[in-house]
């Protein structure tokens, strides 16, 4: 069993790394950000909430969050290993998830923190964008579907932006992830499970520094 955390500001390619990891070493991605997106669009009561607090950029309360990876991860799905992307988010998260793994018998093998300069942060996000159909990400430049305006996954022809990814709703995240998220460096390089990657690299690039810090884990 291998548990993981991506670690990083938002568009660093936590989302597009973590669905790579678990295609390739059969891990299950587990992204806050995805289920809490699934509860709006459900019209869940967590769905409600949530919604006006993501649009603004900020955190979700910790309680919410908390309880859906500590249900989730019950699922026999997660039981070869999981990424968790987006989470935890502060430092009350990752001492929750401290327990919530202990609990449950398992424990962290890395953190993978991805770098990415503030400038190419914003151009990634402001380029981004998903088939409305079964998710697969994209870019305006970095990563074109290979047929314009055809999915390369399941041919769907309808695409979607996240309404969170205007230009003043990002600046709004970054702070959050300055102030919030990135004590969790400290606190994992302190607890000996931080690993560095630089996030600047291609997307194959990356994956394949990803690649090499698991094998050197398992
Ligand atoms: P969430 O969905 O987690 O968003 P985020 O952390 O802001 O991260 P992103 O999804 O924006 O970025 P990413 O790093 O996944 O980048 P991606 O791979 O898509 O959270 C959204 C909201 O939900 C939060 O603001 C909060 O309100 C709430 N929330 C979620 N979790 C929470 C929690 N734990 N606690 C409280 N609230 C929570 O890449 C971006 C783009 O760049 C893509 O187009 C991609 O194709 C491209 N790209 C990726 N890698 C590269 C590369 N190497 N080179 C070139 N392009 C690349």
Same mark, same amino acid.
């Given at each position: 069993?291998? !548990?993981? $955390? #991506?670690?990083?500001?938002?568009? =660093?390619?936590?989302? +597009?790394?973590?669905?790579?990891? =678990?295609?390739?070493?059969?891990?299950?991605?587990?992204?806050?950000? !995805?289920?809490?997106? =699934?509860?709006?669009?459900?019209?869940?009561?967590?769905?409600?909430?949530?919604?006006? $607090?993501?649009?603004?950029?900020?955190?979700?309360?910790?309680?919410?969050?908390?309880?859906?990876?500590?249900?989730?991860?019950?699922?026999? !799905?997660?039981?070869?290993?999981?990424?968790?992307?987006?989470?935890?988010?502060?430092?009350?998260?990752?001492?929750?998830?401290?327990?919530?793994?202990?609990?449950?018998?398992?424990?962290?093998?890395?953190?993978?923190? #991805?770098?990415?300069?503030?400038?190419?942060?914003?151009?990634?996000? &402001?380029?981004?964008?998903?088939?409305?159909?079964?998710?697969?990400?994209?870019?305006?430049?970095?990563?074109?579907?290979?047929?314009?305006?055809?999915?390369?996954?399941?041919?769907?022809?309808?695409?979607?932006?996240?309404?969170?990814? +205007? =230009?003043?709703?990002? +600046?709004?995240?970054?702070?959050?992830?300055?102030? &919030?998220?990135?004590? #969790?460096?400290?606190?994992?390089?302190?607890?000996?499970?931080?690993?560095?990657?630089?996030?600047?690299?291609?997307?194959? &690039?990356?994956?394949?520094?990803?690649?090499?810090? #698991?094998?050197?884990?398992?």
């Amino acid at each position: 069993m291998t !548990d993981l $955390i #991506l670690l990083g500001p938002p568009g =660093a390619g936590k989302g +597009t790394q973590a669905k790579e990891i =678990a295609a390739k070493h059969g891990l299950m991605q587990l992204s806050t950000g !995805d289920m809490l997106r =699934a509860a709006v669009q459900a019209k869940t009561e967590i769905g409600r909430r949530a919604k006006a $607090i993501m649009d603004k950029g900020e955190l979700v309360p910790d309680s919410v969050v908390v309880k859906i990876i500590s249900d989730r991860i019950d699922q026999p !799905d997660c039981k070869a290993g999981v990424i968790f992307d987006g989470f935890p988010r502060n430092l009350p998260q990752a001492e929750a998830l401290d327990e919530v793994l202990k609990s449950k018998g398992r424990k962290l093998d890395a953190v993978i923190e #991805l770098k990415v300069d503030d400038s190419q942060l914003i151009r990634r996000i &402001e380029g981004r964008f998903t088939c409305a159909k079964c998710g697969e990400g994209y870019h305006d430049r970095f990563k074109r579907p290979k047929m314009r305006g055809v999915c390369d996954v399941c041919e769907g022809t309808e695409f979607a932006r996240r309404p969170d990814d +205007t =230009a003043e709703t990002v +600046t709004k995240r970054l702070m959050v992830y300055y102030r &919030e998220t990135s004590p #969790l460096i400290g606190y994992y390089y302190c607890k000996g499970n931080l690993r560095r990657v630089d996030g600047m690299a291609s997307i194959e &690039e990356v994956s394949q520094a990803i690649d090499a810090v #698991l094998a050197q884990i398992k």
